[in-house]
């Protein structure tokens, strides 16, 4: 799995980011492309700790993922230099914050 996950690295088909507070991680989060036939699509998680909910850490890292995806040329028109918004999301125990981003949800 490690082997995978640095290989996916490499290729720039997946990427982690966290936040800190005084020097703690209080968010984790990574994107990352799908392959074979759906490698139009993309995966996001995100968690955010206790205590640091609610404050517009998951909205920055959203923001952030978003503009790392369009930067790869993932799921969007290249004449478009804004973020990709288009997408899905199935679960999630944050519904605004994938709304807030332009996402609908699939089922």
């Given at each position: ?102 996402f609908r949800k699939a089922f």
């Open positions: 799995m490690a082997t995978q996950t640095i290989s996916r690295l490499e290729k720039d088909e997946q990427f982690f980011l966290v936040a800190e507070v005084d020097k703690k991680v209080v968010a984790s989060s990574d994107f990352q492309i799908q392959g074979g036939t759906e490698e139009h699509s993309g995966e996001i998680g995100i968690a955010v700790r206790d205590g640091y909910r609610n404050l517009g850490i998951g909205t920055e890292i959203m923001k952030t993922l978003l503009e790392q995806a369009a930067s790869l040329d993932f799921g969007h028109d290249s004449e478009n230099s804004s973020p990709p918004t288009n997408g899905q999301f199935t679960f999630t125990r944050r519904l605004v914050l994938f709304r807030r981003a332009g």
